[in-house]
């Protein structure tokens, strides 16, 4: 059960869904089998919007997985954009590739393989957006990176942000480690909601999504 939203909406919301082209749909049944985090409908439904209305031609993700967000996240590109994901698991990388060929999107969609903390230093693009779904630790650490490739006018979106609720729950009654996760997620909703060069709005759907405008380098 959701503690972001109540199970009776949610249930609503997904009983009057569009059907889903076959081979998302298969993309998305065989990661829910294997237990692979995958954004949920609400988040595809967002992404679909925002992409649709910023039409944008350079499109960075930080967290492949099997490249279910990313074949959706490529059809809202042009002909001449590209999206660049990055995946750090060797058993996800060979599934996003298998995915991505399925889709017919190698020439729309490169995946780096590796760190994003390693990997993001060395990108010298800038993007219209920037999809953040990785280890939700690291989301503090990668945002410097993110707020340097982010073009102005730009849109960074981050999935999980609330963690089912725990991000704003006590800090005391959970163990350690998923406590500092959830102080740095503290942390990091409060440097996007600060940064005076940022117009943010966090959203509590599916587990928490935040959106970032760019208003200025
Ligand atoms: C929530 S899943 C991504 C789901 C995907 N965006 C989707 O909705 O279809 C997060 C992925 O990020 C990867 N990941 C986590 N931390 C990473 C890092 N530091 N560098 C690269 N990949 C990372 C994990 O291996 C995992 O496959």
Known sequence: MSEITYEYIREYLMA???DENSLLNNIREDAIKKNVPIIKSEVKNLLRCMLAVKKPKMILEIGTAVAYSTIIMSDFIDES???ITIER???MIEKAKKNIKLANKEDKITLLEGDASKILPSLTESFDVIFMDAAKGQYLTFYPECLRLLKKDGL???DNVL???MVAKSRFSIPRRQRTIHNRMRQYLWELNHNPNLQTSILPIADGVTLSYKKCD
């Open 89 to 91: 698991s060797n058993e």
């Open 16 to 18: 009057i869904e569009p």
């Open 81 to 83: 954009g590209k999206i």
């Open 156 to 158: 960074l979106i981050s």
């Open 163 to 165: 963690q089912n609720g």
